[in-house]
């Protein structure tokens, strides 16, 4: 039993070796094909320059996978806003897919089409004339001073720095801010959290800034919940306060008598038109009063002032000697007589005049 034993024992350990030694071996030769493909890499690297060395930890990665990521194609758009766009969204590919610098410039001037393109192929060319080394940060540079010039991008601070909510919303304000947040010259040195939410309360409705002020929130994200909060508190107020003063002039209207019966109701009290008439009839009575002639008490006629009958004077111009009808100031002289001119006829030597009266 014993002799049974023991060779069972002898076959299981025989039998661990032999499998441990076919890991060892399946090890070795993995680790040769990784030695294989290194000096491969290396000696690669030394036919072709062109070639980036991989980093450690670094993976090689394909143009095809990066199409496979759907990165968008700029076609040298004058817009500003659309070149910065396009440009952050390539960046924002290059976050997640690891490649070296020459690649990732590579790889974004192949996504340039029709006047980008072309712009690209004759400023590659004064880049390498010029012996520069065309990295990321020199494609950006030359990309920003074709698309988004400094003057555009000074313009874009400013805008900024004067930002305000205004009647927008607080989602349409907050859109607007980040998108003109990033043109910050401060903001891209230091991108602090408290700058940006001291900015952004900064220009806030009064009604919003009074009441989020004293809660000196410093995250950006909360800072922009809270707004939205008191934003809708706010209009809900307006809305209560409005439909509380529409029920008032309802209420007030209804309590009033109709446009009739207040015109029924209320009678004239006062009599000062007929008061103002009554001294207007007077005073346009009493004036014929005033001229009206009376009956004289010596002479029995009616005339204005002392009576001169029979004392030969006359009534017109009150001077003795004549009668009224006889007054000279009435009767023409006369020199003040119109001349009149005859006709003058010659018989025999002598003038005729015919009076043509």
């Not at 109701?265 to 014929?288: F, N, V, Y």
């Amino acid at each position: 039993m014993a002799s049974r034993g023991h060779p069972r024992g002898s076959n299981s350990s025989s039998s661990n070796l032999a499998k441990h030694m076919k890991e060892m071996a399946k090890a070795m030769k993995e680790q040769a094909q990784a030695t294989t493909l290194m000096a491969q890499q290396l000696s690669t690297r030394d036919k072709d320059p062109n070639i980036p060395r991989l980093e450690v930890g670094q993976t090689r990665t394909t143009f095809a996978d990066f199409k496979k990521i759907g990165p968008p194609e700029f076609r040298g758009a004058l817009d500003p806003d659309m070149a910065e766009e396009w440009l952050t969204e390539m960046e924002k590919v290059f976050t997640i897919f690891s490649c070296t610098e020459e690649q990732q410039v590579s790889y974004a001037t192949f996504m340039l089409k029709a006047d980008a393109e072309f712009w690209w192929d004759g400023a590659r060319r004064l880049l390498e004339d010029a012996g520069t080394d065309i990295s990321w940060a020199t494609f950006k540079e030359a990309f920003y001073k074709k698309y988004f010039p400094l003057s555009v991008r000074e313009s874009k601070e400013m805008e900024f720095l004067q930002l305000r909510q205004g009647r927008m919303s607080i989602a349409e304000y907050t859109e607007k801010f980040e998108r003109l947040c990033k043109f910050s010259a401060m903001y891209k040195a230091n991108p602090d959290e408290k700058w940006k939410c001291m900015n952004y309360q900064g220009g806030l409705r009064a009604e919003v800034l009074t009441a989020i002020a004293p809660l000196e929130i410093r995250e950006f994200s909360s800072l922009v919940s809270k707004c939205q909060v008191i934003e809708e508190c706010t209009k809900k107020l307006a809305s209560e306060r409005s439909e509380a003063f529409k029920k008032r002039q309802l209420n007030q209207e209804s309590s009033q008598p109709p446009p009739q019966k207040k015109a029924f109701l209320e009678k004239p009290t006062g009599r000062q038109p007929q008061q103002g008439t009554d001294r207007q009839e007077t005073s346009t009575d009493a004036s014929p009063k005033t001229t009206e002639l009376k009956e004289c008490a010596s002479c029995g006629k009616q005339h204005r002032g002392r009576c001169l009958a029979g004392q030969n004077i006359c009534f017109r111009c009150s001077q003795p000697g004549h009668i009224a009808r006889e007054c000279p100031a009435v009767l023409p002289s006369p020199a003040n007589l119109p001349q009149r001119q005859g006709r003058v006829f010659a018989l025999s030597g002598e003038e005729v005049r015919e009076s043509e009266d």
